[in-house]
Structures are given as C-alpha cells and as structure tokens.
DNA sequence: GTCTATAAAGGGATAGAC
DNA sequence: GTCTATCCCTTTATAGAC
C-alpha cells in the first residue's frame, strides 16, 4: 500500500473524471493528460496503454463500490432494518458518483465475463442468508412469501434507476439538480417503506 | 411512406444492430458497412456523415419506442389495470429490445436537451391524469398517498432496471439467458401487485 | 520522470470510374 | 447506385533528448 507518485495520482483522478463521463471510446488521452495538467505522454509511461490505464480505473472504482454495496446486506440485522440499512448506502453512494451506474452497466455489457469475475459477488452467502429470512418471516406469516431475487432486484430497481434515468425524470417532471437530489433523499425513506409494505401481511 | 430502396433498408438495420450495442463513438462505420454486406462508401452516399446517420436511427428508435411506453398510462381505465397494462406493454417491448435501455440512457446523457425536446413527453397530459386518479383514490381512502413521480419512478424502476443490470443479475443469481426471460414474463404478473400492496391500505 | 517531436494506425469522408 | 482507391485528420503510441 505504497504511497502512489504526485503525478500517478493526478492521472488517475482525471482519468476517473474523463473514462466515467464518456467512457472507454468517448474518452481521449489528450483530454486526459490536459486535465491532469500532464503531457500525454507519461498516460502511456505509468500505463502502457489506453486499454490497461482503463482497465486500472475500472478495478478501482469496482473495488469502491461494490463491497460496499453488498456489504450493506450482509449483516445480521433483521431484513426490514437490513432493506433500511441497505437503501441509506446505496443511495448515499450514487448522490456522491451519479454517473457512476451507467458507467458500470456500458462496461458491464462490453465485457460481461471479465466484470463477472473482477467483482466480488454474493460475499459470505449473503444471497442465501436473506433468502433464508424471507423464508422465516414468511413461514411465520408476517411476509408473503417472495424469491430472493425478486427482493434484490426491486430494491436495487428502486434505489439505483432513478439515477440512470435522471435526465428523463428531471425533464418530464420538470424539476432541477437540487430537487432531484431531495427527492432521492426523501426516498431514503420511502422506498424501504415500499418494499415491506409491497409484502407485508397485514392484520 | 415510400418504400425504402433495399440497400437504405439494410443501412439502417445494420446501423441499428451496431450503434445500439456499441453506442455512437464504439460504432465503426467499416462495421456497419460490412454487417449490411455493402461498401463504407454507401453509408455516406445515402446519409451524408456518422452523426446524421446515428441520428436517422435515433429519431427511429424513440419513435417507435417513447409513445408505446407513454401510451399504456394515458388511458381511461382504473389505476391498478393502467398498471398491468403499463407493465405488460414494457416488459414486453423490452424483451424484444434488450439493449435499447442502455443505449437510450447513454444518449441522454450525452445529448440531454435534444433528446428531451426529440421525445414527445407527457402527451395528452397523462401525467396529470394520473396524479388525479391518485388523489381520489387516496381520499376515498383506498391508497395512501404518493407523489405522482414516485408513482411512476417506482413502477419505471421495476420494469426497466432489471434489463439494464441483465449481465450483473445474471452472475449473481446464476441464471441463464432463458431463464432471465422467463422470470422478466413472471414480473409481468408480480409487479402489479408489488405496486398496490405498497400502497393500498388494507381493511 | 518529464518533455517534444514524430511515427504508426485508425477511421471518417470524398473523388472518380463504371 | 455502387464500387475502389485514396485522402487526411484524429488519436494512440513510441523515440529520444534532457
């Protein structure tokens, strides 16, 4: 865990800033080098290429974001604190890197195996725990019964769509940056309650 | 409407097949040209650069697209049906065109302002109608309420969101290209009633 | 390590024959 | 309308001085 050089370091925050906004064909080394207040040049001396400077980013920003993702759901707390927890994370962190999910999802879809691999999915069977406490919530009739995938993709729907189709919701519903963000702020709140209220058996 | 000449017909669906799954800067016009099995030089021939040709297959896409999607909520019938309509016809015309999603949320954000202005948004004022119908049904003490843009986010987020992250939901839950399919067929069913129960106030 | 200069490749666009 | 050949700008990548 070295102390990356002064330079390594400006290149890799523009490259970020550059490849996350335009992507990996959109991006140009110029644009970057110019941005990191560098020659083109040394891109290519610290990284050997467009493709592995590209790749360098990408890892990193994977390893950021991901854990912390799944992290949120891998902990003991029962599932509608857990959905609560979970909600506040993600949503926290997209508010932070908003163009962070179209960025994954274009890479994702470039190279699906590679990203499947480089990502540390389902760590410490979180998938099986969960499924194994919307069984014991629906066995003991509080819930309806619901398959685990079901439960993470609505959630994950809910948090992270919003963002990827911000310029749309904001011009259909005609409203600014700021309102946008109180908006997904408000939703730190309302969507949990959604989700368990979407299977909740009342009495 | 004439009839397009055979060769502008196979342009415009290799243009179509290459700029969706590769986006604007990722397409190569070589690629286009030999996917249509004709010359590079025709491409220019028939529409004069790159960028008027993305745009002819744009404007295409959107329109075939944006008023399928706005259409199923502009009806007169009751919230909940509105609903499964709406889901059906999304699901629906997203199975067809997997990679459409993707594609339209990269254009938007690069091009926010034309695109907002190309999509005719809103029309005939659905999303009024729906706010309307949410307020009585909220007095009448059937829903709770909710803002017409969470409403729609929510509902949105579930059809959509699911296709864009196909790759990542893929890898996690360890499910095939059938079976993906089959599970979005059984949400065309399950996504109505998530919605309802996460508002309708049970008696 | 950092720069300038330049090579080498890529890719959009056009000229001109047929 | 369709093709081949080619132009030429853009962009990645490297050589070599300091």
């Known amino acids: 865990m070295t102390k990356d050089s002064n330079t390594e370091q400006k290149i890799k925050e523009a490259a970020e800033q550059i490849f996350v ?10 644009e970057i080098a110019d941005l990191a207040g560098i020659n083109k040049a040394m891109l290519h001396y610290y990284y050997r290429s467009k493709d592995k400077l590209f790749e360098a980013i990408f ?5 950021d974001f991901v854990p912390k993702i799944f992290g949120a759901m891998g902990s003991d707390l029962p599932i509608d604190k857990k959905v609560e927890h979970y909600v506040n994370e993600i949503i926290s962190a997209m508010t932070t890197h908003p ?99 979407s299977i909740r058996v009342k009495n």
């Open 99 to 197: 163009e962070l999910p179209l960025f994954i999802f274009n890479e994702l879809r470039n190279n699906p195996k590679e990203f499947i691999n480089k990502m540390g999915i389902n760590p410490g069977g979180m998938l099986e725990k969960i499924d194994a406490q919307l069984k014991e919530e629906a066995e003991a009739g509080n819930i309806r019964p619901i398959p685990v995938h079901e439960f993470m993709i609505n959630m994950a729907s809910m948090c992270v769509f919003p963002f990827l189709a911000k310029p749309m919701f904001q011009g259909m519903f005609k409203v600014d940056e700021a309102t946008f963000y109180s908006i997904m702020e408000m939703r730190k709140k309302s969507i949990p309650e959604y989700i368990m209220n």
């Open 59 to 63: 890892i990193e920003l994977i390893g």
């Open 21 to 30: 906004k335009k992507g990996l064909t959109g991006a140009r080394m110029q």
